[in-house]
């Protein structure tokens, strides 16, 4: 894993540089490698697809505009998700609330399950996704960071710029409340 993290962060340098000497090609392989990552975390904050969709273009456009005030110090990824998440609350502040999603996501799950199972696994996703939108956003990005984004502490910590310990306590916190929420769901 560690390994596989220290090729990713070397091919992100390789990539910035590029693009910094003039290569678009590299941007464009930057927008393919993060494009789809990007668009979820904005997505599991904002809820709507249209919002991430704009988020997402909104993030590339600050990337290309502002690539050269990246530190390279730091890592590419943690650099960029900060940007998104940080846009993604901006337009929730700007629309000045927080919208249910109107449509279900669908589960995808293996051809050969069978519809109960189906039935369960959508009824428990919808119920984690109610009580995800019911939750602060400062909760809900904590958790969507960790489990949907599946980030480290520390790049959650980078991310947000909060301290690591602090980011743990948060996600502790946010845990036992959204575990709150779904006392009452019992799946079968």
């Known amino acids: ?84 998440v940080n846009e993604s609350l901006n337009l929730l502040r700007r629309n000045g609330h927080e919208e249910a999603l109107d449509e279900e996501i669908e589960i995808a799950g293996p051809d050969s399950a069978n519809p109960e199972s189906l039935a369960r696994d959508a009824e428990r996703s919808r119920r984690v996704e109610q009580a995800l939108m019911r939750m602060s956003t400062n909760d809900r990005t904590v958790i969507v960071l960790r489990h949907f984004s599946e980030c480290s502490y520390q790049e959650i910590a980078e991310i947000l710029d909060l301290d690591e310990k602090t980011v743990k306590s948060r996600l502790f916190e946010a845990r036992h409340r959204l575990r709150d929420l779904l006392k009452d769901f019992r799946p079968d």
Do not use: C
Not at 2 to 26: K, N, P, Y
């Open 1 to 84: 894993m560690m390994s596989r993290v220290i090729v990713e962060d070397d091919a992100d340098q390789l990539l910035v540089e590029r693009f910094r000497e003039g290569d678009r090609d590299a941007f464009t392989e930057l927008v393919v490698r993060y494009q789809r990552p990007i668009y979820n975390a904005a997505f599991w904050i904002l809820r709507r697809p249209e919002d991430a969709s704009d988020v997402a273009q909104a993030v590339f456009l600050r990337v290309a505009e502002r690539l050269d005030e990246y530190d390279s110090q730091y890592r590419f990824f943690s650099w960029i998700y900060r940007i998104a």
